[in-house]
């Protein structure tokens, strides 16, 4: 699940990039907003390799502050006035809800790793 929804958060992070820079012309955010909001996929799709339960954690555990920085560069750009109300608050709940699924997997394997 974390896979997919990371995927499509990915596409719709890339797309605000694209109109951020082409139309707006504002290249320092969108590029931190780039960074972090397509890491989160990319972990995930690393953690499903992961050489071992640790691994997976880590590596879940990174996604979690990616998704969390993500969060950060949104309501920033919200701020500043480079997004709507109206595109953030879409934008915004996709990124809730990534970190909401990120800390129910990184609580669940920390409990099975301590067992």
Known sequence: MI????????????KLYKIL???KKEYV?????L??????GALAREAEHAQSKADFLNKMNIGLK???ETLYWLIL???????SQ?????IYADAEELVKILVS???????????
Do not use: D, P
Not at 105 to 115: A, D, G
């Open 3 to 14: 896979q997919e929804k990371s995927l499509v958060f990915a596409v719709r992070i890339v």
């Open 21 to 23: 820079a082409e139309n």
């Open 29 to 33: 955010l969108s590029k931190q907003v």
């Open 35 to 40: 960074r972090s909001g397509t890491a989160i």
């Open 66 to 68: 990616e998704a969390n």
């Open 77 to 83: 750009l919200k701020e500043t006035e480079y997004l």
């Open 86 to 90: 109206m595109e953030f608050q879409s």
């Open 105 to 115: 997997i990184v609580k669940t394997t920390k409990t099975k790793l301590n067992r």
